[in-house]
């Protein structure tokens, strides 16, 4: 039996373990955008075709964290999480060695695997442990994942600048810093779902409307945001708005603004309604959007977009999942739709504008994901009005 004074420990190692694999995640996520170029000219394809390589990591990503939830509802959720870090860990080290394109697909794709099983592994773990308190803890967690992020790019480009602009090092450096998470997950007792007799013996208690608007609304924000930060970098440099050392810090500035925006939200998530604070982003989002589409191609302007868009969508998903958690009972099959929508609008939207890149232009780039973002705001307020008729969850 575990004392009062025990339970506040338990919970920081359960926590710095999650944020561990979320600083790993963070860095292995955000690594494409910077080197995409790069990795083009490694296997000779165009933006066009380059671009599929965010499908085949979305790809994947999509099977490990849509497919993977169900999977923690019936084993150890660290085992799974340790297999999937190992996994991220291996492919990611066989990237710069692999110099065929279809080849690259498929490392790619096993890569976004591993990191879908650490992202809903992390995510669902978190709420188990946590339940109604979870949403400060909530923030914190992707506040790692933003560290990993904003931290990624600027690695990346000073191991590349160290090795003579081999790509070898860049990926290999990633790997090893991939591993850490590994002891703490190794170490602690897998959590589980403290309301899983309750689903079992009612499994039509799932409020099918408000699931499947907060499906829709993961996939818009996950794409907007994949498709900035996946984009920005190669955006700034084609139109010669940035060099590429300071494209590598305009990318790393938006992921920054994202990890300082998701610490706010430690804070804010505590005084503020989700509802809110969903709001707010939006809005705010919409705001910088805007801005970009009145000054394309102003370097101060685009800096100032990259790090507002960043703090604007700052703690969406975090507040989204405790949303949910205040309004329905998550186990990891519903987790495993959020994520479903999520990793479906990480691998279309990022892929669709690669072609608008190649075949359009620039500028449409940032049109569409203005559009997105206002279609992201109608149903989000569509979303709410649904949450408030579902009303708080009642809790034993």
């Known amino acids: 039996m575990k004392t009062s004074q025990e339970m506040p420990h338990r919970d920081i190692y359960y926590f710095a373990t999650y944020g561990i694999c ?3 995640l963070g860095l292995g996520m955000s690594a494409l955008g910077p080197m995409l170029p790069y990795l083009a000219d490694h296997v000779s394809v165009s933006f066009a075709q380059i671009s599929f390589l965010f499908t085949a990591t979305s790809l994947g ?67 188990w442990v946590f339940q109604g308190r979870v949403g400060p803890y909530m923030n914190a967690l992707h506040f790692c994942f933003g560290v990993g992020a904003f931290l990624s790019p600027i690695i990346l480009h000073y191991v590349l600048r160290w090795s003579g602009g081999q790509i070898t090092w860049p990926f290999w450096t990633l790997a090893l810093l991939f591993l850490p998470g590994l002891f703490g997950l190794w170490s602690l007792s897998s959590p589980e779902n403290p309301e899983k007799k309750d ?19 993961f996939f818009l924000y996950v794409g907007i945001e994949g498709g900035f930060g996946g984009w920005i970098f190669t955006y700034a440099t084609e139109e010669k708005i940035a060099s590429e050392t300071g494209a590598s810090y305009m990318n790393s500035i938006f992921w920054g603004a994202l990890t300082l925006g998701r610490l706010l939200s430690v804070s804010l998530a505590r005084k503020i309604a989700p509802s809110r604070l969903l709001m707010g982003n939006f809005i705010l989002a919409i705001l910088f959007l805007g801005l ?13 977009v990259s790090a507002g868009l960043g703090l604007a969508l700052s703690s969406v998903f975090p507040t989204l999942l405790a949303l949910g958690e205040s309004r329905m009972k998550i186990s990891g099959k519903v987790t495993g739709y959020f994520f479903f929508g999520s990793s479906l609008g990480g691998t279309l939207i990022p892929m669709a504008l690669g072609q608008i890149f190649d075949y359009v232009g620039s500028f449409y780039i940032m049109l569409t994901l203005f559009l997105l973002t206002i279609a992201g705001l109608a149903v989000l307020i569509s979303m ?13």
């Open 61 to 127: 990503y999509l099977t490990g964290s849509a497919g993977g939830g169900r999977l923690f509802d019936r084993f150890q959720g660290h085992h799974l999480m340790l297999i999937a870090l190992l996994t991220m860990a291996i492919t990611v080290s066989l990237v710069p060695i692999t110099s065929v394109f279809l080849p690259l697909l498929v490392v790619m794709f096993l890569l976004g695997v591993g990191q879908g099983i650490i992202d809903i592994g992390g995510n669902v773990n978190l709420l």
């Open 292 to 304: 970009i589409l009145l000054f394309p191609l102003q370097p101060a302007m685009v800096w100032v």
């Open 199 to 217: 689903i079992e013996k009612d499994p039509n208690s799932i409020n099918t409307r408000l699931v499947v608007l907060m499906v829709v609304l």
């Open 22 to 24: 979320f600083i790993a």
């Open 384 to 396: 709410l009005f649904a949450s408030n008729s579902a009303g708080e969850k009642v809790r034993t």
